[in-house]
């Protein structure tokens, strides 16, 4: 009876109906986006997405976050200055720690697939119900192989 259920579309259903729930644009979106592809002959581009799609989204995120440098919107002395101050050393030293996490991450979820599926519905529900921000599943994955002792 349930054989002909496609339960991947369905879940990627849940998460759109979670994305309108709780206004959440990027869900919203990006579940839209995956069911548009999954139900037509867009799915054949899945492999590249899977392969190229965390790349593309990551080196998206580092253009933004470099713009205000680029566009003169953080002047230079001011980047100079974060060497000054406690605070934005201590930001250097978050952002060293984040990124040696993610890179953890990484790790830990080619080496340990099977707690990928767990990592990501943990990032969609906190985008979804808590307004967060989808850039959690390597910093999680990072975090878990501290707490598992894995890399």
């Not at 259920?5 to 839209?32: Q, R």
């Not at 713009?67 to 002395?77: D, Q, W």
């Not at 921000?133 to 390597?138: C, E, K, M, N, S």
Request: aromatic share 8%; charged share 5%; proline share 4%.
């Amino acid at each position: 009876m349930f054989s002909h259920l496609d339960l991947n579309l369905i879940v990627l259903i849940i998460l759109l109906a979670c994305g309108i729930f709780s206004h959440n644009s990027t869900i919203t979106i990006a579940a839209a986006v995956l069911i548009i592809f999954r139900i037509t002959p867009l799915q054949e581009f899945f492999p590249y997405i899977q392969q190229y799609g965390l790349h593309l989204g990551i080196l998206i995120l580092t253009i933004g976050v470099l713009t205000p440098i680029a566009s003169g919107a953080i002047a230079g002395e001011t980047i100079l200055q974060s060497f000054l101050h406690w605070k934005s050393l201590l930001a250097i030293a978050v952002g060293v720690l984040v990124a040696w996490l993610g890179a953890r991450g990484v790790s830990l979820m080619s080496h340990q697939p099977n707690v990928v599926a767990g990592l990501l519905i943990g990032t969609v529900a906190g985008v979804a119900l808590l307004r967060g921000v989808p850039v959690g599943p390597l910093i999680a994955a990072g975090f878990l192989s501290l707490l598992i002792g894995q890399r």
